[in-house]
């Protein structure tokens, strides 16, 4: 599998900031899957999520980092459909940079989230864990070309610029 290059990861990136929602799928400690559907915002092709902090992902993600997400850009018919598929590794955030730059992208683009912390400006926010999903493999789903057309990627972990 050939690493991703610039040109493919601006098209993963172009469908990471047209999506609105991702589907994160994650092991859960017994062995069984375990799919949510999580608000995101992306920085390049790390993505940032915020999750309760006693949620199934949360205890999920502490027994196994191996994440596997969707996202799509809108749609209205199959042949229409650009989508990325993604495995990557998720990590709990925990320093003060990464949880500014996570809040801020967040915020910009779910300007709703303001309400749910409007007292606060605690980071990360009461009762909520920021997460980062930094991508291995991506595939590229792009029916426009044919049906089913995708294309995999290695991500290196200096991602093109």
Not at 8 to 15: F, L, S
Not at 17 to 37: K, N, Y
Not at 75 to 84: R, T
């Amino acid at each position: 599998m050939d690493d991703i290059t610039q040109d493919r990861a601006h098209w993963a990136e172009g469908i990471l900031r047209a999506g609105r929602e991702l589907v994160l799928a994650s092991i859960r400690p017994d062995g069984s899957p375990h799919a949510s559907t999580l608000s995101y915002a992306n920085n390049g092709l790390n993505t940032y999520c915020s999750i309760s902090l006693d949620s199934q992902k949360a205890h999920d993600i502490q027994h196994d980092a191996q994440v596997a997400y969707v996202v799509n850009r809108p749609y209205g018919a199959w042949a229409e459909i650009q989508g990325i598929s993604v495995d990557a590794k998720a990590s709990m955030l925990n320093e003060t940079e990464e949880l500014q730059l996570a809040s801020t992208l967040l915020l910009r683009k779910y300007p709703e989230y303001s309400k749910v912390i409007s007292d606060t400006q605690t980071l990360p926010w009461p009762g909520l864990l920021f997460i980062v999903l930094r991508p291995q493999v991506i595939s590229l789903l792009d029916y426009t070309q044919h049906f089913g057309h995708t294309e995999h990627y290695a991500v290196p972990t200096s991602i093109p610029a």
